[in-house]
Structure formats: C-alpha cells, structure tokens
Nanobody, 126 residues
Framework: QVQLVESGGGLVQPGGSLRLSCVAS????????MGWFRQAPGKEREFVAA????????MYADSVKGRVAISRDNAKNTVILQINSLKPEDTAIYYC???????????????????WGQGTQVTVSS
C-alpha cells in the first residue's frame, strides 16, 4: 500500500510559478509510474503530466506543455511538478497518482492508477 501526500499549492498571480510535491510512504515508488492530474470546479479530472518508473520518459498534456516539468527522486520517494507561467485556467485541485504500469504510453489514462493523494489546491488569480 502506498500513501501519497501532495503539497505546494496555493494562491498565485497569473504568470507566477508553483512547485508541487508528492511524497510517498508505505512503499518505494521506484516501481510505479507516477502522474499528476487536476480537477477544476464543475469539470472532469484531467491529465497533466506523467513520468515513467526510471524518470527517463515524461509526457504532458497539450494544455500545459512547455510550462510544466515533472520529475522524480526515487531515493526520496518524491515526485515534483513544476508549473510556470500560471494561467487562471490552471486553477484546480492537483492530484498525484501512482500505478503499477511502468511504461509511459498508458500513463495519461487515470483509470490505470492504483493510488491517489488527497490533492492540493492551486488558485491562479490577480
């Protein structure tokens, strides 16, 4: 069993940056594909970014490509999502998730994830 805890959200002005962290406990995440998803009020949850077990492969949603970077430190059991040039439409609850699937291609599908964090709120507003 893996427990995931996100942090780093908050209120930020448009154009600002945030660094979201996901710390895992219970088991090492080194064997898990990891992803970030978000859900805005009244909208369905959507894929943001994913990273393979080794960290060698990453994938991003078109809506955030070029502004977001996902990384992982398996030794620290941590996954990071750096978001730059934030826009009001980035406002959402951001969730970290882990899956037994090791390869990058399926990782944008939230149905394959086995573990989810509780989420961290990101609000982009002036």
């Amino acid at each position: 069993q893996v427990q995931l805890v996100e942090s780093g959200g908050g209120l930020v002005q448009p154009g600002g940056s945030l660094r979201l962290s996901c710390v895992a406990s219970g088991r090492s995440i080194s064997d898990y594909g990891m992803g970030w998803f978000r859900q805005a009020p009244g909208k369905e949850r959507e894929f943001v970014a994913a990273i393979s077990t080794s960290g060698g492969s990453t994938m991003y949603a078109d809506s955030v490509k070029g502004r977001v970077a996902i990384s992982r430190d398996n030794a620290k059991n941590t996954v990071i999502l750096q978001i730059n040039s934030l826009k009001p439409e980035d406002t959402a609850i951001y969730y970290c998730a882990g899956t037994y699937v090791r390869f990058i291609a399926p990782l944008k599908n939230d149905a394959i994830y086995n573990y989810w964090g509780q989420g961290t709120q990101v609000t982009v507003s002036s």
